[in-house]
């Protein structure tokens, strides 16, 4: 007998609700918030606003874009964080509410989790290969950058992440500095293909072991622009994409450096991407072709799963769902990470 699964995902700005058929997607909806474009950065309290008012007609949606009713569904999985605790509170209180309704069991689900697990979205008519257990995943997002080995859909264990910001952070707040618009990353992914990656070189950190580090790479960032517009005012116009490519190019071997050393010292020869940033172009190009030199297998994700979604909320619920691992209704959200 199928298994119908309800996901909630509220992290931060996006609100999200899919429907899933065992392992299978049927809908994947997203409510998108331009509002904070304006502010440089998300406002927490606008999007928690927003969030109650997308909520309702995007379950909605979603479960018509299914073909399910309500009283289909036997589990709803939400995400319970890390994230914003008033985006998280708004997901969490409506699904503890779809819950009691229908009376099915809640499920929560721990957002950087689900990342990784975006990697067993099966989609209709569509064979698609997945990692093999264990494998490593490199997890990039705006507040995350963690190599995690995955030993099943459940057990996971971080054995690199940053001691400060997050390789997400570094391309928004460089991207900041040269006056960029918010969200920064994909504008510098877009003219680091017109520049040069070579044109200018900046810091790398030096940390034992597989945790990394950016607060370096942006302090060096900011003073070598500092001291270029002593001496040319229009130095970041006139080498913007050289600078984008270089900064990329900078972000992209820190992180495959260490993925590297954790892939030969650990013996995995399974890696995939997962988060936000694994939608850059200059970082799957780098994975690629570090695979081919280590013969790796690699696992990048569909472009559509790599920022929050609730369709990767769905399919980890779906996991946990199988195992009996349900939520309390009195289970807070909570905004700290969490593994």
């Avoid at 020869?269 to 190009?285: D, F, K, P, T, W």
């Amino acid at each position: 007998m199928s298994t119908y699964i309800l996901g909630i995902e509220s992290s931060c700005d996006d609100t999200s609700a899919a429907v899933f058929k065992d392992e299978v997607i049927l809908s994947n909806r997203i409510a998108n918030q331009d509002v904070h474009k304006s502010y440089g950065g998300v406002v927490p309290e606008l999007a928690s606003r927003a969030h109650q008012q997308n909520i309702i007609p995007v379950v909605d949606q979603a479960l018509k874009d299914a073909g399910v009713d309500a009283k289909d569904i036997n589990a709803v999985a939400f995400t319970r964080g890390p994230g914003l605790m008033g985006s998280l509170l708004v997901g969490t209180s409506f699904a503890k509410g779809f819950a009691l309704a229908n009376n099915i069991p809640l499920v929560e689900v721990n957002h950087l989790h689900a990342h990784v697990l975006a990697h067993f979205i099966k989609e209709p008519n569509e064979d698609t290969e997945h990692p093999e257990f264990p494998f490593l995943c490199l997890l990039v997002s705006g507040g995350n950058s963690q190599i995690v080995l995955v030993k099943s859909y459940t057990e996971m264990e971080v054995v690199g992440q940053t001691i400060d910001d997050a390789a997400g952070e570094a391309f928004d707040k460089c991207a900041k500095v040269m006056d960029l618009p918010y969200p920064g990353g994909p504008l510098i992914d877009k003219l680091a293909k017109e520049g040069n990656p070579d044109a200018f070189q900046f810091a790398k950190p030096r940390i034992k072991g597989y945790d990394y580090s950016f607060s370096g790479l942006k302090t060096s960032f900011l003073y070598f622009l500092r001291d270029q517009l002593k001496f040319n005012p229009d130095f970041i116009e006139e080498n913007k994409r050289d600078l984008c490519a270089s900064l990329q190019k900078t972000i992209v071997d820190i992180l495959l450096d260490k993925l590297e050393k954790a892939a030969k010292d650990l013996k995995v020869n399974q890696i995939a991407l997962a988060g936000g940033v694994s939608a850059n172009s200059g970082l799957r190009e780098g994975l690629v072709s570090l695979a081919q030199k280590r013969k790796w297998k690699t696992f990048i994700p569909k472009f559509a799963y790599t920022t929050d979604n609730a369709a990767m909320i769905a399919i980890t619920g779906y996991f946990k769902f199988q195992e009996g691992q349900y939520a309390n209704h009195e289970d807070a959200p909570f905004s700290r990470v969490v593994f």
